[in-house]
Antibody, heavy 122, light 108 residues
């Protein structure tokens, strides 16, 4: 059974930093792209970032470019999201998600974690 | 930038009724649409990918159709557990994955 377990969320002041972690199990972690998707309070789902299976490529949604860093440790089956210079609008539930490739590129996401809450407030 | 617009925003139906949810993209993209079900306090669940292929373990009452810019999720006969929010999603560019704003299916 695929499991994705996020941790590391919490309350942080504007300008602060947090590091989210996602421990994956039940599948061969190292051969799938992994992503973070967030949901702000009362809002829909928004893609945040994705990392290739070997960690060799990373991509970000425009509003987090230069502030967030996605990484992975394939020896430990862990996905990370380092979030710096946090803003109030980053407040959201952050989901760790497993990508599904079609013709070598991720098109959709077939497994999601339960999510971890990040609150940015003074 | 391709935008995914879902309609209606809210669908009020009774158990046993048919639900038809729409997802319209502002431009045609090369990547097919996926649909997800999201219940409060739970992880979103993949229902449909490739516009019409049911994900593993998804009941046959869920079906997807469409191509180009118009896509539809149909629930043939609503079960009590189907009342939730439904999102469509597409890889609208490289690298960009976009979700619709969601349709809430609520009990009438």
């Amino acid at each position: 059974e695929v499991q994705l377990l996020e941790s590391g969320g919490g309350l942080v002041q504007p300008g602060g930093s947090l590091r989210l972690s996602c421990v994956a199990s039940g599948f061969t972690f190292s051969i799938y792209a992994m992503s973070w998707v967030r949901q702000a309070p009362g809002r829909g789902l928004d893609w945040v970032s994705i990392i290739c299976d070997n960690g060799g490529c990373t991509y970000y949604e425009d509003s987090v470019k230069g502030r967030f860093i996605i990484s992975r440790d394939n020896s430990k089956n862990i996905l990370y999201l380092e979030m710096n210079n946090l803003r109030a609008e980053d407040t959201a539930l952050y989901y760790c998600v497993k990508g599904v490739p079609v013709a070598g590129k991720t098109t959709h996401f077939d497994h999601w974690g339960q999510g971890v809450l990040v609150t940015v407030s003074s | 930038e391709i935008v995914l617009t879902q309609s209606p925003v809210t669908l009020s139906l009774s158990p046993g009724e048919r639900a038809t949810l729409s997802c319209r993209t502002s431009q045609s993209a090369s990547s097919p649409v996926a649909w997800y079900q999201h219940k409060p306090g739970q992880a979103p669940r993949l229902l449909i990918y490739g516009a019409s292929t049911r994900a593993a373990g998804i009941p046959a009452r869920f079906s997807g159709s469409g191509s180009g810019t118009d896509f539809t999720l149909t629930i043939s006969s609503l079960e009590p557990e189907d009342f939730a929010i439904y999102y469509c999603q597409q890889r609208t560019d490289w690298p960009l994955w976009t979700f619709g704003q969601g349709t809430k299916v609520e009990i009438k």
